[in-house]
T-cell receptor, first 117, second 114 residues
Framework: GAVVSQHPSWVICKSGTSVKIECRSLDFQATTMFWYRQFPKQSLMLMATSNEGSKATYEQGVEKDKFLINHASLTLSTLTVTSAHPEDSSFYIC?????????????FGPGTRLTVT | AQSVAQPEDQVNVAEGNPLTVKCTYSVSGNPYLFWYVQYPNRGLQFLLKYITGDNLVKGSYGFEAEFNKSQTSFHLKKPSALVSDSALYFCAVRDSGGSYIPTFGRGTSLIVHP
């Protein structure tokens, strides 16, 4: 149980285009999902916290107009990178909290490798 | 405020030898502590957690960690390392009385040599 999926697992796009990444909790309901960014050989950088049915809370320094987050249902959150540039190339990981279990763990998706050319 | 430190960027160990990956933390209240492992181009996998109770926590794949309140540490250990244990390991902490968002350490790369 407690599986989180991400789609796509990798994507290559041209500079200036937008890319949408989906994060789904497959066997539980997630009132809260998190989006992280990870640079090579570095730790996770929390970008934003999304709560189902409400606006996401962005961490300082993260452009909310560039990284659009939507958490429209208890099992799906999306991250859209708008007008992508090469510096947006990174590994994006989502995680989810199971609202039906003890509120201790986060379950992570497998990540999405974004390359902007 | 909460913080976590992983003082070693990389740990090298020979296969069959015991391994330790260090983690120290700082929280205002009681800590919830976690270890995760990340294989290349993958998300994080949960290994184990300390919430309350026994200081020695056993987790997945033969890993264990010992909560030491006086030293504010939560080192990850395994009695006999495998080459397949080579990966990036993250320690995370959350203050039980604070935000539900954990803080992650910078990660430690474990390399197990055959």
């Amino acid at each position: 149980g407690a599986v989180v999926s991400q789609h796509p697992s990798w994507v290559i796009c041209k500079s200036g285009t937008s890319v949408k990444i989906e994060c789904r909790s497959l066997d539980f309901q997630a009132t809260t999902m998190f989006w992280y960014r990870q640079f090579p050989k570095q730790s996770l950088m929390l970008m934003a916290t999304s709560n189902e049915g409400s606006k996401a809370t962005y961490e300082q320094g993260v452009e909310k107009d560039k990284f659009l987050i939507n958490h429209a249902s208890l099992t799906l959150s999306t991250l859209t990178v708008t007008s992508a540039h090469p510096e947006d190339s990174s590994f994006y990981i989502c995680s989810a909290r199971d609202s039906g279990r003890e509120p201790y763990e986060q379950y992570f998706g497998p990540g999405t490798r974004l390359t902007v050319t | 405020a909460q913080s976590v430190a992983q003082p070693e960027d990389q740990v090298n160990v020979a296969e069959g030898n015991p391994l330790t990956v260090k983690c120290t933390y700082s929280v205002s209240g009681n800590p919830y502590l976690f270890w995760y492992v990340q294989y290349p181009n993958r998300g994080l996998q949960f290994l184990l957690k300390y919430i309350t109770g026994d200081n020695l926590v056993k987790g997945s794949y033969g890993f264990e960690a010992e909560f030491n309140k006086s030293q504010t540490s939560f080192h990850l250990k395994k009695p006999s390392a495998l080459v397949s244990d080579s990966a990036l390991y993250f320690c995370a902490v959350r203050d039980s009385g604070g935000s539900y968002i954990p803080t992650f350490g910078r990660g430690t790369s474990l390399i197990v040599h055959p």
